[in-house]
């Protein structure tokens, strides 16, 4: 069995890893794998549909306040942090095409306990993060019927406890019926985040383009009132705006040609959302000291400066509409990268089976979305979350850490796997991209900090309790050996042959729906 410390630090290996995904023995009685049906547009529309949500929607309303007009270097500054990291994430993405994202790069490289902490990290991040957004809906919801048909829901059935609510159903609903869809299948979840996707970069274009008709450049006279300080002390904040480009990655086994597409995925999708960010924060249409009051006053920053640029509410009313579009796509993506997250863990036994368990009809887990949906969903409806959207950069910047040291590692033990793309200027990129990561995190507030840690100690009691005694890996030699992995692009990810092109997978095609 081995002590403690043997078991904390075990690896998987990676061409174990590459063998299971898709594997006919690895599925078993759990159900077929995961079907490959994502092609780079729609795991890009993904990738952008995890990052542009409610964030940009609020965020100036925070951060203007502590950097001024300098916000947009703080947007500049998000985005070179969030850069070094996805760089990271694309050389891991193309040596480890498969479900669990930084979870599995760190297993491959780190060791057990160290995957399990930072499968811990992203559950934390993805769980408030969609409890947070969710919340959110509700509100813009309320905003658009108000406005259409002069009717809101109620506070007590509107609003999260702690804000004169009871229980927040709106919440809970957009929950649901995201976990009703990705429960269909992923085919029928990534068509209509497309088109969603669409509508909210639509709508942010539209924001840009008439707030840029009141452009004024007095606006930026007192650029950066509070220095540097407050620049870097906003980019912290506005992080949060960039987070969940990870999910990307999560869906190693459910993208054709995953070695070229994720890699490709991440890029374009950090390239798009850091113009439009700039873009948004850029336009220059009011004084700074307009958003502080904006957000104090309850109000929707950017549907506020279109109404007073345009003096009409139509503007605004179609600014709201979008956000209700873009909170719907972001819960639903961050609820497809947290399920993939635990059927990665399932598989390797650290969390219990139901979480791997693949419906034959739909080609999805559907027992493990249906449980993270009811979880995320009672979290959003019945617990005041004021105190815990910091816990979601912070996570977040853990997660960025990791995979810079994934990679560090990953290089040093497994030097011939097949990598597409080698992050340029190794070490020195991961080295920059976990200390930029840390500074960021160390000017998070104290609180954040200690709800942090309390979740830590709370991961490691579960995986004492459970994870190591039922680990895979704990069996060793009396594990069963996968089947060779059907899919072609996968079967050489760890030699330097390249992938031939699929025949198609073995196993039956699913039933027309």
């Not at 891991?92 to 811990?120: C, D, M, Q």
């Not at 000291?289 to 509410?313: H, N, P, S, W, Y």
């Not at 005041?384 to 910047?397: I, K, Y």
């Not at 060779?484 to 025949?503: H, L």
């Amino acid at each position: 069995m081995g002590s403690l410390a043997g078991e904390l630090t075990r690896r998987k290996p990676l061409d174990l890893m590459i063998a299971e995904a898709g594997s006919a023995t690895e599925s078993g009685r759990s159900g077929p794998p995961l079907r490959r049906t994502m092609g780079l547009w729609q795991l890009t529309l993904l990738g952008i549909s995890s990052v542009v949500g409610t964030g940009i929607f609020f965020v100036l309303g925070t951060t203007v306040p502590k950097a001024g007009p300098g916000v947009v270097l703080s947007f500049a500054l998000a985005a070179v942090v969030a850069g070094l990291g996805a760089l990271c994430y694309v050389e891991l993405a193309g040596a480890v095409p498969v479900a669990g994202s930084t979870y599995a790069y760190a297993y491959a490289s780190l060791g057990e306990g160290a995957a399990y902490l930072v499968a811990s990290c992203l559950i934390l991040e993805y769980g408030v993060a969609v409890s947070t957004v969710a919340v959110s809906w509700g509100q813009y919801l309320n905003e658009v019927t108000s406005t259409l048909f002069g009717f809101t829901l109620p506070d007590a059935v509107s609003q999260p406890p702690g804000a004169g609510g009871y229980v927040n159903v709106p919440a809970l609903v957009v929950v649901l019926l995201c976990s009703l869809l990705l429960a269909r299948g992923t085919r029928e979840s990534a068509a209509v985040n497309a088109v969603m996707v669409c509508v909210k970069i639509g709508v942010l274009v539209f924001f840009v383009a008439v707030a840029l008709t009141a452009f004024d450049s007095d606006h930026f006279s007192d650029f950066a009132p509070h220095g540097m300080g407050g620049v870097a002390v906003a980019a912290s904040g506005v992080f949060f705006s960039f987070i969940g480009f990870d999910a990307v990655s999560t869906a190693g086994e459910e993208v054709r040609n995953p070695r070229r597409t994720i890699p490709l995925a991440l890029l374009l999708t950090l390239l798009t959302v850091t113009i439009l960010y700039m873009a948004v924060a850029g336009v220059g249409a009011q004084p700074a000291g307009e958003f502080g009051k904006q957000a104090d006053a309850g109000q929707a920053v950017l549907a506020e400066i279109l109404r007073d640029v345009t003096g009409a509410g139509w503007p605004a009313l179609l600014l709201s509409a979008g956000a209700v579009v873009s909170i719907f796509s972001v819960v639903l993506v961050t609820l497809f990268g947290q399920t993939r997250i635990l059927f990665s863990m399932a598989r390797d036994g650290l969390v219990p089976e139901v979480f791997r368990r693949v419906d034959r009809k739909r080609y999805t887990p559907v027992g493990n979305t249906w449980i993270v949906g009811a979880g995320v969903g009672a979290l959003a409806a019945f617990v005041p979350l004021q105190h815990l959207a910091d816990l979601t950069s912070l996570g977040t910047l853990i997660a960025f850490i990791a995979v810079a040291g994934a990679l560090v590692v990953l290089r040093r033990i497994a030097p011939d796997a097949r990598r597409p793309f080698r992050v340029p200027f190794y070490p020195v990129v991961p080295l920059l991209s976990a200390a930029s990561c840390l500074y960021l995190a160390w000017l998070l507030p104290g609180l954040t900090w200690t709800l942090f840690g309390g979740w830590l100690l709370l991961a490691a009691a579960l995986y004492l309790g459970f994870g190591r005694r039922h680990s895979r890996l704990r069996a060793g030699a009396d594990a069963p050996v996968p089947d060779a992995p059907q899919d072609a692009d996968t079967a050489g990810a760890t030699s330097g042959d390249e992938a031939r092109p699929s025949a198609g997978p073995s196993e039956p095609a699913p039933p027309h729906v």
